[in-house]
């Protein structure tokens, strides 16, 4: 079985990463959460365990271009696809948090490419990343790699705080929005990203 899960999917700017790992049976690992309850130091000391001990690990990255292209719903399907794609061992079984399930046209393409195998069952569980190890392991690969493209981004696009608050719509961020506008890391899809239109105001002593 391997556990699927996103990270920065509400971001208004990078990318939308997907993780999906197989542990081992034999070498359970201690310490498994959600992602967003653990810190970043502790985040990174489990994610060199992960990738030491799991069975098979796989990481999916889609970029803002074509979240703007696709929406971010399908976008986070497929980087959950590139990442089971990725694992380089088949399950049988694919255990994703939410309450969606990737859609077969997404995911064949790249498991057949993959695998030349038919598509392994899947189910799809509401906080699975808080109660089932694969999902939490999965979702801490894929925080602290999205985490580490949006720190070395921060110095290609200055000004942002994308190394603090990692693309999500922060006070700091939206207000460097306002003064900068968006630079090419932005999804111009997403709302307050771009400038919002302002009616003109009526002349004063006209009845419109």
């Known amino acids: ?4 899960d996103e990270a920065g999917r509400g971001c208004l700017a990078g990318p939308v990463v997907a993780g999906a790992v197989i542990l081992s049976d034999e070498r359970p690992i201690e310490g498994l959460a959600d992602s ?3 810190t970043p130091a502790r985040r990174e000391e489990l994610e ?10 796989g990481l999916g990255v889609v970029w803002q271009g074509r979240i703007d292209a696709i929406n971010i719903l399908q976008a986070t399907f497929e980087a959950m696809a590139k990442a089971a794609a990725a694992l380089g061992q088949k399950p049988e079984k694919l255990i994703i948090d939410g309450n969606k399930t ?3 046209a997404v995911l064949l393409p790249l498991w057949q490419q993959a695998f030349a195998a038919p598509l392994p069952r899947q189910q799809s569980v509401v906080k699975g990343d ?3 190890p694969a999902v939490s392991a999965a979702s801490i690969l894929a925080k602290t790699f999205r985490d580490r493209i949006m720190r070395h981004l921060a110095r290609r696009w200055p000004g942002y705080g994308f190394d603090i608050h990692k ?3 922060t006070r700091t961020h939206m207000e460097a929005l306002r003064r900068l506008g968006p630079c090419p890391l932005h999804r111009l899809t997403f709302r307050g990203v771009q400038p919002e239109e302002v009616a003109p105001r009526p002349a004063q002593g006209i009845l419109l």
Not at 1 to 4: D, S, Y
């Open 1 to 4: 079985m391997a556990g699927i």
């Open 36 to 38: 967003k309850k653990l």
């Open 48 to 57: 060199a365990t992960i990738k030491r001990d799991a069975i098979a690990f």
């Open 102 to 104: 990737m859609p077969k």
């Open 130 to 132: 808080s109660t089932i």
């Open 167 to 169: 693309g999500y719509g």
